[in-house]
């Protein structure tokens, strides 16, 4: 872990009125962590309303609840980052192995490498992107509380226009994470080809180009010693990806991928082998898989993953899954829930690491399927 980077500039330096530390009785800066932040945010927008209005004594209690979390919603919105706290967690749990996860691949515990598709197969197993034809839009964020991270990004994965029966996808990522320690920073741009040779086999190929910065300083402050590569890059360059799988039987399925071929070298973009097992209809998947990481812990360790899925009234999508890391020691949960229609699709996950270093992660996506404005060939004039 690195120390305490330099300091941001707080909401104090941005408005005035924010110096008052003490509010209504209550002592600001002795909240505890993002709830300080939240309670401060709440409790100063109403007397920051208060004055402008000059009308304070007016409000009654229910306007002023509206009004104060209002506020402290377009000043969170509005002022960048806050008074984090630096996080106490290793980087290498808040990083998880660089991992892009959608909603659905979280909520299964990672285990989707078999009957992957759409914007998931284009993260997890590039194969897998001609598994359903498609033409879909789609975004995501990963919040990571305990280990100060957020990401957000989004990918596109088209299987319908080409008349070669080639897919392709392309998708990006920024993540922040623990400004207030590591102060990492980097970009993810990923694309993607597949191919079916027959209904029973598919095979893709990947690549990413990655670019990270790492402002955090050591034990010796800023510093040649201990100061690392402030405002460069300790990260830059690509990476390679591969998949295949094969379907024995329209249910059942079979995934080998391969990431991070081309050995980086070190635990920003771990190389690793993995694979999965799945059985699925049209309203109900399950899924195990393991992955062999060599990188990250200096020696290969195992990830072992499973999960389920249940598609109720056929809209509502039903997720769980667990994962085992032996390198991290670690056992987490996870669930979900989503909306699927025949234009769209939203989804929520959250996964919770219950032993070992404890964190939560929430995700959250959106997919458009552009296949249903007719925009679109048909995937029949498609192929």
């Known amino acids: 872990m690195f120390p305490r980077a330099r300091r941001h500039v707080g909401v104090q330096r941005q408005h005035p009125v924010f110096c008052e530390s003490r509010v209504h009785g209550h002592i600001v800066r002795s909240v505890p962590g993002f709830v300080r932040r939240i309670v401060?945010?709440?409790?100063?927008?109403?007397?920051?309303?208060?004055?402008?209005?000059?009308?304070?004594?007016?409000?009654?209690?229910?306007?002023?609840?509206?009004a104060s979390v209002?506020?402290?919603?377009l000043v969170t919105g509005t002022t960048g980052t806050v008074r984090a706290e630096r996080s106490e967690l290793p980087p290498e749990v808040g990083w998880n192995y660089g991992e892009i996860e959608t909603p659905r691949i979280a909520a299964m515990g990672g285990a989707l490498r078999a009957h992957s598709?759409?914007?998931?197969?284009?993260?997890?197993?590039?194969?897998?992107?001609?598994?359903?034809?498609?033409?879909?839009l789609g975004g995501l964020a990963q919040i990571w509380p305990e280990a100060s991270r957020q990401s957000y990004g989004g990918g596109a994965v088209d299987s319908i226009v080409s008349s070669a029966r080639v897919a392709g996808g392309i998708g990006g990522t920024w993540t922040s994470q623990d400004p207030d320690g590591i102060d990492r920073r980097g970009t993810d741009l990923r694309f993607a080809f597949a191919f079916p040779f027959s209904d029973q086999f598919f095979l893709g190929i990947g690549g990413r180009y990655m670019?990270?910065?790492?402002?955090?300083?050591?034990?010796?402050?800023?510093?040649?010693?201990?100061?690392?590569?402030?405002?460069?890059?300790?990260?830059?360059?690509?990476?390679?990806?591969?998949?295949?799988?094969?379907?024995?039987?329209?249910?059942?399925?079979?995934?080998?991928?391969?990431?991070?071929?081309?050995?980086?070298?070190?635990?920003?973009?771990?190389?690793?082998?993995?694979?999965g097992v799945g059985f699925a209809t049209e309203d109900f998947t399950l899924e195990a898989d393991v992955v062999n990481d060599f990188t990250t812990w200096g020696e290969s360790k195992v990830r072992g993953m499973g999960g389920f899925e249940f598609l109720a009234g056929g809209h509502y999508p039903l997720r769980a899954g667990y994962r085992y890391d032996d390198g991290a020691k670690s056992h987490a949960v996870s669930g979900g829930v989503g909306y699927i229609d025949r234009a769209f699709s939203a989804e929520v996950a959250v996964r919770r690491i219950v032993s070992g270093d404890q964190a939560t992660a929430i995700f959250f996506g959106f997919t458009y399927h552009v296949e249903s404005s007719g925009l679109t060939p048909s995937a029949a004039d498609g192929f």
């Open 70 to 73: 209002t506020c402290a919603i």
């Open 117 to 136: 598709n759409s914007t998931s197969a284009l993260f997890i197993n590039p194969a897998n992107m001609v598994a359903s034809r498609v033409y879909h």
């Open 40 to 66: 401060a945010h709440a409790l100063v927008a109403e007397i920051w309303l208060a004055r402008v209005s000059k009308r304070s004594s007016s409000l009654s209690p229910r306007r002023s609840l509206v």
């Open 211 to 275: 670019w990270m910065q790492q402002n955090g300083l050591g034990p010796l402050g800023d510093s040649l010693a201990s100061g690392g590569l402030r405002e460069e890059n300790i990260v830059r360059g690509f990476a390679f990806d591969a998949g295949a799988t094969v379907k024995p039987s329209d249910s059942f399925a079979i995934s080998v991928v391969g990431n991070n071929l081309n050995n980086p070298g070190h635990g920003l973009q771990p190389s690793s082998i993995g694979g």
